[in-house]
């Protein structure tokens, strides 16, 4: 089932902060994170696992709640490289994205 | 040297027509996939395979027939071409189920 994720978009000036959130109506083992932009593939940002624990990947951190089924995204001090559709992945034997959000910042 | 490689970029075809994608992975990875995204941007797993061997067929059309000759390699071909399968197809490969994905740069197929 496909997590659903929130808010629909985002614009943002830089250096401005930002959280996109992923839930989930089914029990979550991992939530992926990947960013993609315009005309490209989706990269790879990280992968958080059971445990509650949160990650990094530059100013981009993110926590994962497995009892709440819920995975955010944290954008801090926000670049105008981080524009992108970001999109969560939740793991249960194939990895299923949200519809992803699209992000802009702006100068 | 590019780690995951699809071809062509640009697929552009007549309806009821049937094509190829081609795609090659360099990482010694176990796990290919085949992933839809529409006009929308929502990414859907199509098919994924371990080792050659088929482990995820979503609900896809028969018209699409995925073939891994080898671990490296997973080809995507379409038969009778719809104006609905427009869209952008990724394939991706990890080393494992459930680990991080590496996408290809997508092939754009338009169906006229």
């Given at each position: ?20 959130n ?17 005309g ?68 | 040297?590019?780690?995951v ?25 176990d796990?290919?996939y ?45 038969n ?33």
């Open positions: 089932q496909q997590p659903v994720q929130s808010p629909q978009a985002v614009i943002l000036r830089e250096g401005e902060d930002a959280v996109i992923c839930s989930s109506s089914k029990a979550l083992y991992s939530v992926h994170w990947y960013r993609q932009k315009h490209e593939a989706p990269i790879f940002l990280m992968i958080l696992l059971k445990g509650g624990e949160q990650k990094g990947h530059d100013k981009i951190s993110a926590s994962f709640n497995e009892k709440k089924q819920q995975s955010s995204l944290y954008l801090t001090a926000s670049q105008l490289s981080y524009s992108g559709t970001y999109f969560c992945g939740t793991e249960g034997g194939k990895l299923t994205f949200g519809k992803g959000i699209t992000l802009s910042v702006r100068p | 040297d590019t780690a490689s699809q071809t062509p970029k640009y697929l552009v075809t007549q309806m009821g027509n049937d094509k190829s994608i081609k795609c090659e992975q360099n990482l010694g990875h796990t290919m085949w992933y839809k995204q529409d006009s929308k941007k929502f990414l859907k797993i199509m098919f994924s395979y371990n080792n050659k061997e088929l482990i995820i067929n979503e609900t896809v059309p028969n018209r699409f027939s995925p073939k891994s000759p080898d671990k490296a390699h997973l080809n995507l071909h379409i009778s071409l719809e104006l609905g399968d427009s869209a952008v197809y990724f394939c991706a490969s990890s080393p494992r189920g459930a680990e991080k994905l590496f996408f290809g740069s997508g092939t754009q197929l338009s169906v006229l």
